[in-house]
């Protein structure tokens, strides 16, 4: 068997339909939380954010407005042929939240960090250090204690990997509200759709793994 069919055969493929329903099962705790903003670690959590977003509509309320930071951990150390990644050393920012521009402000808001999978934990530590960073300052710029920003982080992934992290998050960000994984899977390489490009064979596979369209 050559090395190019044992990383395909690694990999659990997750096909549009199943992400879509790893959502709609999670929509309850979603409410719960009731984020007044939601913020996708683009590209993985793109998607998901956007159909979160769906989920969490209420008639006659205005939809969660959706900001992106982009926020780098992965690095391709392999041809092409084998597609051969591995998890880099450090997080590289390369596009945040812009407050000097507009009016926009964290104080007082119920923020939903969202991203497509758990893995490390060092993306999601880095995405909370700095956003938390973010809070103190405009809660200093205002004259207020940041205790008393009223500003409260949960997260939104689909897939939290079940292997020792490299990174923590705070208590108040995971705990059960606010730390909401759809699944808990084994430290196995994920293929998402949106990573595909022949999203034909993709779902063939997804559908082969049992990764398709669940039942209730």
Not at 76 to 83: A, E, F, L, N, R
Not at 178 to 202: K, L
Request: net charge negative; charged share 25%.
């Amino acid at each position: 068997m050559t090395d190019n069919q044992d990383i395909e055969d690694s990999k659990v493929y997750i096909s549009y339909n199943h992400v879509h329903q790893l959502i709609q099962e999670a929509a309850p705790r979603l409410k719960n939380f009731n984020p007044d903003l939601i913020i996708c670690v683009a590209g993985g959590g793109l998607i998901p954010a956007r159909q979160v977003r769906t989920f969490l509509k209420e008639p006659g309320s205005p939809n969660v407005r959706i900001m992106a930071v982009v926020l780098s951990l992965y690095e391709d150390i392999g041809s092409v042929s084998t597609q051969a990644e591995k998890l880099g050393k450090q997080v590289v920012r390369t596009q945040w939240l812009d407050y000097i521009n507009t009016d926009f402000t964290l104080l007082g808001k119920n923020i939903l960090i969202v991203d497509e999978v758990d893995d490390t934990r060092t993306t999601l530590n880095y995405a909370v250090t700095e956003l938390k960073k973010d809070v103190e300052e405009q809660a200093k710029a205002k004259g207020i204690d940041v205790k008393d920003a009223g500003t409260n982080f949960g997260i939104f992934v689909l897939h939290n990997k079940l292997k020792p992290k490299k990174a923590d998050l705070p208590p108040e960000v995971y705990n059960e509200k606010n730390y909401i994984a759809a699944r808990d899977i084994e430290d196995v390489w994920i293929a998402y759709p949106w990573e595909s490009n022949d999203i034909v064979y993709h779902t063939k596979r997804a559908v082969e793994q049992g990764n398709d369209v669940f039942l209730p």
